[in-house]
């Protein structure tokens, strides 16, 4: 099993940062890809970024490309999203998710932050 547990959701006004932060335990890490999804209301919930644990490859959203970032430390078992110049389409609650690649695929999910951006 593993545990992924979100934090650094919050208010911010439109142009502003946030950094999201998933702290994930109980199994090692090396086997699973880490992202972000967002779910905003009344919508499917949508990828925004990913990142191989082990070699750091990242990829992104068309829509947050340029303005997030995803990083992870390994020896803290934690990954981050920046986010920069949000937008108030940026509102939504944001998942942490571990894909496992290596061996049958699943995934684990947080239980989210919520986000939300003032115009």
């Known amino acids: 099993q593993v545990q992924l547990v979100e934090s650094g959701g919050g208010l911010v006004q439109a142009g502003g940062p946030l950094r999201l932060s998933c702290a994930a335990s109980?199994?090692?890490?090396?086997?699973?890809?880490m992202g972000w999804f967002r779910q905003a209301p009344g919508k499917e919930r949508e990828f925004v970024a990913a990142?191989?644990?082990?070699?750091?490859?990242?990829v992104y959203a068309d829509s947050v490309k340029g303005r997030f970032t995803i990083s992870r430390d390994n020896a803290k078992n934690t990954v981050y999203l920046q986010m920069n110049s949000l937008k108030p389409e940026d509102t939504a609650v944001y998942y942490c998710?571990?894909?496992?690649?290596?061996?049958?695929?699943?995934?684990?999910w947080g239980h989210g932050t919520q986000v939300t951006v003032s115009s």
């Open positions: 998710n571990a894909h496992r690649v290596v061996g049958p695929p699943m995934d684990f």
């Open positions: 109980g199994r090692t890490f090396v086997s699973y890809r």
């Open positions: 990142i191989t644990w082990s070699g750091g490859s990242t």
